[in-house]
């Protein structure tokens, strides 16, 4: 250091900083940008902001003809400070070549240096630089913000040892943990427990170490078990160790000191919160309180719905909020709030699912899952039978789009059943048809019969037309999957009288879908595409997504019956975008098991997706816990045999690997990234026959893989030869198919099928 150190404190010490090499490098040429005055670190207590702050200083200390570190006294005025005695325009300091880089470091609560003491300092002393630490902005003129983020944790269920190890939160806590265990190592059988803790602590790098410590008393397994309800018992540290870092519930409550009495009531009322919370749930009046509480880091931005920011209280934070409402008795009544909050919300929001926003709020819904379940489950609790059905009734479209079948299938039997106040007849009525309706989506087309036969009879004394046409729909959908098509045809008819007399337009669309779909299995397919026209129309009005793919799929079965595989490509793959405005995941499996089949009418070449597309759509028909008929599933098997055949077993093998790996959106965007056919495959020649062009079978293999947009990379591994052969089989392909781009050959491709 070649600059002179003057220290009112000793700057933290401690071992090498994890995951933190870009932090320092940018901060250190923030430091010695000429321009930079003022320099704020922010965030959360824990997150390691005076150790980056100490860690840069040999880096910048040529910079600078002194260095000085202070921590400010609670109470004392900043020029008052220890450590600031001297600093004068006199100094060297305020000549035109030297400069100074003062440290303040923890400029928190009653240690805040004001911004009028800030302000003279840096005017009067025009050659200071200042590097100030603390929770929040400190609002001076010419500060300028570094935020310090906790440390990046790994992804939900992520369990690989090598992936989890490039983490710097688990790189963290494997460094401290075999500090604390010197045998500890991360393996296939505790990287996901260890992933799962770094989650749970939000990536805070003092939450990681404290977590590591207690290793020496628990397995990692069993520790994240105890962390998983509340994350504040952790305690430990260094001896020298402020008194706040050495446990996360002193942490926390000393992150929370000062707050305005309305700044933490808010707090409070989030905290109680699931997976986060929206904008919706503040309220125009306390959006100040809520930018104070990002300010101090008390609440985090997460993500991004629909060009709305989410929100969350990170930990320890909220488990020290929760445990602080417990204890003063008040965690009740917040959690009423927060219950009563949903229903209104769902009962607002459930007319509004049925037209132009359907997509939005479904949306919305999806994000609000958990704090929707915390709400039945606390009306449960209270004994507010009725609210709680009525919060589930209006949860039905939303947790069929999701896929909370089983969940919703229990809560319905238990709100439905007879133990517990008795329910009004017409709430029973609805709750058991709603449990049928979840049992069809679920594959069990006989249970669904039983429950909607159930709703039936129970409703029958109401003499309530709209509902008994509503059960008579689902019933006849449960009897058309379970291949009663007599039976089916005979309640949809009466069903869809009655609805379209009633006005139900939606639950009209839908009967006529399912109409449709038994009288083309009859052979009656000029009536059942008047009522699938009237249905796709009825729902295209409306801007019923979930409707007009259900109509839509139909009408993609009719195409490939009349020998229109072009016609059924439109049709699925604009199912494919509905269901992705949507975010639909209970269709989604026949959605793509429909997309495949086709795929296979239309693109030879494009096999390994079909075996990609079938096999993640029966891995996700798995985590709903649904199941297919027998006649699909044979249809399906058959269609997988085939191509098992026709692919190399690398090739093949390789495709259901993939296929098993993607998530829902992977899936859609899999299926929408094939390429659209343009011309009729019973009018395409392969090359050779009639054009006088002439491939070999591994040219042909080259080009086919083009057109499915791979790169020369990604064909060397699936072909299993080398990238350069690969280069000389796309010339040979581009000359003689007279192509001078891979677009002009995928499109050549693309006509050989």
Not at 129 to 145: H, I, N, S
Not at 151 to 175: H, K, Y
Not at 361 to 388: C, K, M, V, Y
Request: hydrophobic content about 45%; some cysteine; proline content about 5%.
């Amino acid at each position: 250091m070649s600059g002179t150190q003057r220290q009112g404190q000793v700057p933290p010490s401690g071992g090498a900083l994890v995951g933190r090499e870009l932090e320092l490098i940018q901060l250190a040429a923030r430091l010695q940008d000429p321009t930079v005055r003022l320099l704020t670190l922010t965030g959360p207590a824990g997150v390691g902001k005076s150790a980056l702050a100490a860690r840069v200083l040999p880096r910048v200390a040529a910079d600078f003809t002194e260095v000085r570190w202070v921590e400010p006294a609670a109470g004392v005025p900043l020029l008052a400070t220890e450590g600031l005695a001297g600093l004068s325009a006199d100094t060297a300091i305020g000549s035109a070549d030297g400069r100074t880089l003062l440290v303040l470091d923890g400029c928190d609560h009653l240690a805040r240096p004001s911004a009028a003491d800030l302000t003279r300092l840096l005017a009067e002393l025009p050659g200071l630089v200042v590097l100030a630490t603390c929770l929040e902005p400190l609002r001076v003129y010419q500060e300028r913000l570094v935020p310090v983020r906790p440390l990046p944790v790994p992804e939900p269920g992520e369990a690989d040892p090598q992936a989890l190890g490039r983490l710097p939160s688990v790189a963290l806590f494997v460094r401290r943990a075999r500090d604390a265990a010197p045998g500890f190592d991360l393996t296939a059988e505790n990287a996901g427990a260890v992933g799962q803790l770094c989650a749970r602590l939000g990536g805070l790098p003092l939450a990681v170490e404290l977590a590591a410590e207690r290793l020496r008393l628990f397995p990692v397994q069993l520790l994240a078990a105890r962390l998983s309800e509340r994350t504040t018992g952790l305690t430990g540290g260094p001896a020298t160790a402020p008194e706040r870092h050495r446990s996360l519930a002193a942490l926390a409550a000393w992150s929370c000191q000062g707050l305005a009495a309305e700044t933490r009531a808010l707090l409070d009322e989030v905290a109680v919160h699931q997976g986060g919370f929206g904008l919706a749930t503040v309220g125009r009046s306390k959006e100040g309180a809520l930018e104070a509480l990002i300010d101090r880091n008390l609440v985090e931005v997460t993500e991004q719905q629909q060009g709305e920011p989410r929100f969350a209280v990170p930990e320890p934070v909220r488990s020290y909020l929760l445990d602080d409402l417990a204890d003063s008795g008040r965690l009740a009544a917040v959690q009423d709030t927060h219950a009563e909050r949903f229903r209104r919300l769902l009962a607002s929001v459930e007319p509004r699912l049925a037209g132009t926003e359907q997509a939005l709020w479904l949306r919305a819904l999806a994000a609000e899952t958990a704090n929707i379940e915390a709400a039945l489950d606390r009306l449960a609790e209270r004994g507010e039978r009725e609210a709680a059905a009525a919060l589930l009734l209006a949860c039905r479209l939303p947790w069929l789009v999701q896929g909370r079948l089983r969940e919703g299938l229990d809560w319905c039997d238990r709100l439905a059943g007879e133990d517990g106040p008795a329910l009004p007849t017409a709430l029973r009525v609805r709750l058991v048809d709603l449990a049928g309706c979840f049992a069809a989506a679920l594959g069990d087309s006989a249970d669904a019969v039983l429950r909607h036969r159930r709703a039936l009879a129970l409703g029958k004394e109401l003499g309530d037309r709209r509902q008994s046409a509503l059960c008579s729909a689902h019933l006849g959908e449960a009897l058309l999957a379970a291949g009663d098509l007599v039976g089916a045809q005979s309640v949809l008819v009466t069903a869809l009288a009655t609805l379209e007399s009633v006005g139900a337009a939606g639950p009209a669309a839908e009967a006529a879908t399912a109409l449709a779909r038994v009288l083309r299995a009859q052979g009656d397919r000029r009536k059942a595409r008047e009522l699938l026209d009237r249905a796709e129309e009825s729902c295209r009005r409306r801007r019923d997504g979930r409707g007009l793919a259900q109509a839509l799929r139909e009408a993609a079965a009719f195409a490939v019956e009349e020998g229109e595989p072009l016609l059924a490509d439109r049709a699925l793959r604009e199912c494919l975008r509905l269901a992705e405005a949507t975010g639909e995941r209970s269709e989604l499996p026949l959605f793509l098991d429909d997309f495949a089949l086709n795929l296979g009418r239309l693109r030879l070449e494009q096999q390994p997706r079909a075996v990609r597309l079938l096999t993640a759509a029966a891995t996700l028909r798995g985590a709903l816990g649904s199941r297919l008929s027998q006649p699909r599933a044979a249809v399906l098997a058959e269609e997988l045999a085939g191509l098992e055949t026709r692919l190399t077993w690398h090739a093949y093998a390789t495709a259901g690997a993939e296929g098993r790996r993607l998530t829902p959106a992977g899936m859609l965007a899999e299926a929408l990234a094939t390429p659209v056919p343009t011309v009729d495959p019973s009018g395409a020649q392969p090359p050779g026959e009639n054009d006088g062009v002439t491939l070999t079978p591994r040219q042909i293999q080259v080009a086919m893989l083009i057109s499915e947009g791979l790169t020369n990379r990604q064909i060397a591994a699936r072909l299993e030869i080398s990238e350069w052969t690969v280069v000389n089989h796309v010339r040979q392909v581009m000359r003689r198919l007279n192509c001078t781009s891979r677009v002009q050959v995928a499109w050549s491709a693309g006509r050989w099928t």
